[in-house]
């Protein structure tokens, strides 16, 4: 009988021990992620301004290289089945 309160006690202990641990592993988390965020160095407006342009100018252009290519394969498929010489 005394075996089992001693075993019933280590086991409730060892619970605890488990359950404070976790929340100590969650706590340590969000404190590493505080510090994280802190370090993060965020862009101006300029420069996310700036890279917002030169991003819509490459789609534009590419968007047109792939256009004007598309229409050229196009006619030359065109050309080569109607068979006109």
């Given at each position: 009988?005394?075996?089992?309160?001693?075993?019933?006690?280590?086991?409730?202990?060892?619970?605890?021990?488990?359950?404070?641990?976790?929340?100590?592993?969650?706590?340590?988390?969000?404190?590493?992620l505080k510090s994280e965020w802190?370090?993060v160095v965020w862009p101006t407006k300029k420069?996310?301004?700036?890279?917002?342009?030169?991003?819509?100018?490459?789609?534009?252009?590419?968007?047109?290289?792939?256009?004007?290519?598309?229409?050229?394969?196009?006619?030359?498929?065109?050309?080569?089945?109607?068979?006109?010489?």
């Amino acid at each position: 009988m005394a075996k089992d309160k001693e075993q019933t006690a280590a086991e409730n202990s060892g619970k605890k021990e488990k359950k404070s641990k976790k929340q100590n592993g969650i706590a340590k988390w969000f404190k590493d992620l505080k510090s994280e965020w802190k370090k993060v160095v965020w862009p101006t407006k300029k420069t996310v301004f700036n890279n917002s342009v030169v991003v819509f100018v490459t789609m534009i252009v590419f968007a047109l290289f792939t256009f004007l290519l598309d229409t050229g394969f196009l006619k030359l498929f065109q050309f080569a089945i109607s068979g006109k010489q």
